[in-house]
Antibody, heavy 125, light 108 residues
Framework: QGQLVESGGGVVQPGGSLRLSCEGS????????IHWVRQAPGKGQEWVAF????????SYADSVKGRFTISRDNSRNTLYLQMNSLRREDTAVYYC??????????????????WGKGTTVAVSS | DIQMTQSPSSLSASVGDRVTITCRAS??????LNWYQQKPGEAPKVLIY???SLLSGVPSRFSGSGSGTDFTLTISSLQPEDFATYFC??????????FGGGTKVEIK
């Protein structure tokens, strides 16, 4: 089934930077697209970014576009999220999650079938 | 962007109760709707994809229904291990995803 383990969280001042990592094991990491999803205290999940298996396609939420960069190193089975110009509203638990596709007829259904336990980012002065 | 509105935000129920959680999309999303369960300190776990397809290993007391804009997650007979937070997620606009706000199911 596999495992995803996030790291790199911590406390950072507004305007600062942080790089999160997500290491995959027990599955073919290079074959899967992976998302970053975050959950602020007392709030629901918020999608942050996505990177395709070969890193060609990348997408970002409007709230982080221009500040965050998603990347991956398939030789290290590791996903990254470089976070710059951090704001207090970026405070959250950050999860990486594997994209899965199910085919039914002509339709492709995507869901997140493997998640890490998250790493906490706190932006505070 | 597609907005997902989930209700209720919390509920109290007893073991054996039938529980229903709803999720409404701001526009039609076909059957591109997934349901997840999350327990404190644990990673979320997918229960249902494509509105009603149960993942392998998920107990049959969980079921999903709906299409278009209105969806439902039903737990037919609540078990002690089901006390958790449940949230929906649309994949119609994948890879851009949006989630419902979550429903915390607590012991009555």
């Amino acid at each position: 089934q596999g495992q995803l383990v996030e790291s790199g969280g911590g406390v950072v001042q507004p305007g600062g930077s942080l790089r999160l990592s997500c290491e995959g094991s027990g599955f073919a990491f290079s074959s899967h697209g992976i998302h970053w999803v975050r959950q602020a205290p007392g709030k629901g999940q918020e999608w942050v970014a996505f990177i395709q298996y070969d890193a060609i396609e990348k997408s970002y939420a409007d709230s982080v576009k221009g500040r965050f960069t998603i990347s991956r190193d398939n030789s290290r089975n590791t996903l990254y999220l470089q976070m710059n110009s951090l704001r207090r509203e970026d405070t959250a638990v950050y999860y990486c999650a594997r994209d899965r596709i199910a085919v039914a007829g002509d339709s492709y259904y995507y869901y997140l079938d493997l998640w890490g336990k998250g790493t906490t980012v706190a932006v505070s002065s | 962007d597609i907005q997902m509105t989930q209700s209720p935000s919390s509920l109290s129920a007893s073991v054996g109760d039938r529980v229903t959680i709803t999720c409404r999309a701001s526009q039609t999303i076909g059957r591109y709707l997934n349901w997840y369960q999350q327990k404190p300190g644990e990673a979320p776990k997918v229960l249902i994809y494509a509105a009603s397809s149960l993942l392998s290993g998920v107990p049959s007391r969980f079921s999903g229904s709906g299409s278009g804009t209105d969806f439902t997650l039903t737990i037919s007979s609540l078990q002690p291990e089901d006390f958790a937070t449940y949230f929906c997620q649309q994949s119609y606009s994948s890879p851009v995803l949006t989630f419902g706000g979550g429903t915390k199911v607590e012991i009555k």
